[in-house]
């Protein structure tokens, strides 16, 4: 069956960075479109970034420049880079794909950018 593990996540100081990485498995990791979200406490969950074959990507605005969403095939895992860090990404970030009119989700990875 279709499994996502995510991992990287952390405590960072304002301005950090942290690469959070997505494992999948039980289906053609290379053929899919992979998505990373976040849902930030008390709020709705966000889309973030997605990549769709080797390297065309896109990324939300307010995370553009800061954040580098890549897969490795090989290695059947997806990552996403953060750089300079802010308060406000701090939320639980999760890996997703949409198979089959279904989607699937990792258990997510906890991110919190704190002084």
């Known amino acids: 069956q279709v499994q996502l593990v995510e991992s990287g996540g952390g405590l960072v100081q304002p301005g950090g960075s942290l690469r959070l990485s997505c494992v999948g498995s039980?289906?053609?990791?290379?053929?899919?479109?992979i998505n990373w979200f976040r849902r930030a406490p008390g709020k709705e969950r966000e889309w973030v970034a997605a990549?769709?074959?080797?390297?065309?990507?896109n990324h939300r605005p307010s995370v553009a420049g800061r954040f580098s969403i890549s897969r490795d095939n090989t290695k059947n895992t997806a990552y996403l880079q953060m750089n300079d860090l802010k308060p406000e990404d701090t939320a639980i970030y999760y890996c997703n794909v949409y198979i089959s009119s279904q989607n699937y989700w990792g258990q997510g990875t906890q991110v919190t950018v704190s002084s």
């Open positions: 990549i769709v074959g080797e390297d065309m990507t």
């Open positions: 039980g289906f053609i990791f290379s053929d899919q479109q």
